[in-house]
T-cell receptor, first 112, second 115 residues
Framework: GENVEQHPSTLSVQEGDSAVIKCTYSDSASNYFPWYKQELGKGPQLIIDIRSNVGEKKDQRIAVTLNKTAKHFSLHITETQPEDSAVYFCAAPGGTGNQFYFGTGTSLTVIP | DVKVTQSSRYLVKRTGEKVFLECVQDMDHENMFWYRQDPGLGLRLIYFSYDVKMKEKGDIPEGYSVSREKKERFSLILESASTNQTSMYLC??????????????FGPGTRLTVL
């Protein structure tokens, strides 16, 4: 099955700085990569995703890049704000039935 | 908005008890999932269901069973709770059908402690 690795496990940045979270995957057939954000006391929520036919996707301050050759994808958050503090999970598809394999999560803290 | 609700936010049970965790979604989704979330391990899939009365094992099904008698409800059952099942349990749902890799919508989670 798919193996998803995520780094770093914790990340602290000053407000206004950028944050980058990286994930690698093992199955070269994987073609869809979502990112979920989990705020304290809540379930994860999709914030951005990318399909393998593009190399980058942006949505305001967040962007995701994909390198299919190297089998890695990254989440970029620019101009970080305190409300960006959360746990972020990357994921890659596996098996059948809309399954995903999730990374181990990155706890991001934005220091005001 | 899709809403996924879980029956309890916090639950404390004793070793050996039978535990039921309930999940209900209100958007007529075909797929439903149960994950457990542990620090440093991320989200691990326990079971999922892509239709009523259908179930598939995920990566860590041992010690768990599930039930899906109605489309909107997916139950996770711990037949005999053990301390190593102390965890956060997350339910999710997504559309099924031909479109692949639909967004999963998560409930708020149930923090289960087994003493």
């Amino acid at each position: 099955g798919e193996n998803v690795e995520q780094h770093p496990s914790t990340l602290s940045v000053q407000e206004g700085d950028s944050a980058v979270i990286k994930c690698t995957y093992s199955d070269s057939a994987s073609n869809y990569f979502p990112w979920y954000k989990q705020e304290l006391g809540k379930g994860p929520q999709l914030i951005i995703d990318i399909r393998s036919n593009v190399g980058e996707k942006k949505d305001q301050r967040i962007a995701v890049t994909l390198n299919k050759t190297a089998k890695h994808f990254s989440l970029h958050i620019t101009e970080t704000q305190p409300e960006d503090s959360a746990v972020y999970f990357c994921a890659a598809p596996g098996g059948t039935g809309n399954q995903f394999y999730f990374g181990t999560g990155t706890s991001l803290t934005v220091i005001p | 908005d899709v809403k996924v609700t879980q029956s309890s936010r916090y639950l404390v049970k004793r070793t050996g008890e039978k535990v039921f965790l309930e999940c209900v979604q209100d958007m007529d989704h075909e797929n439903m999932f149960w994950y457990r979330q542990d620090p440093g391990l991320g989200l691990r899939l326990i079971y999922f269901s892509y239709d009523v009365k259908m179930k598939e094992k995920g990566d860590i099904p041992e010690g768990y069973s599930v039930s899906r008698e109605k489309k909107e409800r997916f139950s996770l059952i711990l037949e005999s709770a053990s301390t190593n099942q102390t965890s956060m349990y997350l339910c999710a749902s997504s559309l099924g059908g031909l479109a692949r890799y639909n967004e999963q919508f998560f409930g708020p989670g149930t923090r289960l402690t087994v003493l």
